[in-house]
Nanobody, 124 residues
Framework: QGQLVEYGGGLVQPGGSLRLSCAASGVSLTWYALGWFRQSPGKEREFVAVLSWRDGRRKYADFVKGRFTISRDDVSHAVYLQMNSLKPGDTAVYYC?????????????????WGQGTQVTVSS
């Protein structure tokens, strides 16, 4: 049974940075796409970024382009989300998700494995 575990959330001041990690176990990631979503209080869960494990393609939501970077580590089977220039509006629970078909979709229904989420709070 596959599992995703997120790390790295916390409290950061506006303009600061955080790096989220997502460790995958129990799955062979070769054809997977690994993505990040977030959910703020009272809002729907939304797409943030996705990476193809097979060929390294990346896709970002418009609101994070130029600030967030998704990357991977082949040895540790981990995917990362480097978040810079954080804003209060980035406050949310961030979720790692895996799509076994590698579709690079922005729709959460395309993802069949989810982590438990990690809280990111941007506040002074």
């Amino acid at each position: 049974q596959g599992q995703l575990v997120e790390y790295g959330g916390g409290l950061v001041q506006p303009g600061g940075s955080l790096r989220l990690s997502c460790a995958a176990s129990g799955v062979s990631l070769t054809w997977y796409a690994l993505g990040w979503f977030r959910q703020s209080p009272g809002k729907e869960r939304e797409f943030v970024a996705v990476l193809s494990w097979r060929d390294g393609r990346r896709k970002y939501a418009d609101f994070v382009k130029g600030r967030f970077t998704i990357s991977r580590d082949d040895v540790s089977h981990a995917v990362y989300l480097q978040m810079n220039s954080l804003k209060p509006g980035d406050t949310a629970v961030y979720y790692c998700a895996a799509d076994q078909w590698g579709l690079m979709s922005e729709a959460q229904d395309s993802y069949d494995l989810w982590g438990q989420g990690t809280q990111v709070t941007v506040s002074s």
